[in-house]
């Protein structure tokens, strides 16, 4: 059977705005700047033939500089993202050359492994659709706008989604032409509107998204433990 061709998006447009200040794309951690770790793991996996980074306008000249002084082991694309997640999105998926599936991953999730890239790729045949995720170790709470609990979910059933995300390409470039417009913060989440089953595949714990300043220190430490193993 002929090997799947897989590319990968790596959203890095966002406008960082509750980080004090702080760009959770291009700040260094461990001397190397964020973005540079997931591109680098990425890159790394012989199961992808092309990566595009989707950047900021504003952002495009640092990453240029970034890029001449880099040695990745694979050409890397880049383009310009929208104002949302969905465009930039789109964005990466008209960049890419012609290609059987799709990873999509965080560019503020540098503690991404090639185990986890590896748990997407075997995931994604049983239903075209699968992303990373963990089993929730809190008691979760649904509650109205006035703060008050309406329901307590059972904590079996809740996971905490990540990424990478993986899909077949034309199932998630489908998603967003027909619904441009939709309200969500994955793709995961596209693809269950459209009708799509989702698998879930094993993350990481450490896999976090960097959101606020603090979580800096935090990835600063996972990824310090992981040069010293």
Known sequence: ???????????????????????????PVLNRPIIDYSISILAECPEISEIVVVL???KIETFEVLSGQSNWQKPILY?????????SVMAGLSALNPCDLVIIHDGAR???????????INSVSETGA????????DTIKIVNKNAKVISTPLRETLWNI???QIFKYELIRKAHLEK??????DDATLMEQMGVVVKVFWGSYSNI?????????????????????
């Open 56 to 58: 900021a306008k504003s």
């Open 130 to 137: 699968a992303t990373a995720g963990v089993p929730t170790t």
């Open 79 to 87: 383009c310009a993202g929208g104002s949302r997640r969905q465009d």
């Open 180 to 185: 441009p417009n939709a309200d969500v913060t």
């Open 209 to 229: 998204k960097i959101t606020n300043a603090r979580d800096i220190y935090i990835v600063e430490s996972t990824l310090s433990e992981g040069q010293e193993s």
């Open 1 to 27: 059977m002929k090997e799947p061709i897989i590319s990968a998006i790596i959203l890095a447009a966002g406008e960082s705005q509750r980080m004090a200040g702080i760009d959770k794309i291009f700040t």
């Open 110 to 120: 540098p503690c991404i492994t090639k185990e986890i890239v590896h748990n997407a």
């Open 162 to 164: 990540q990424t990478p």
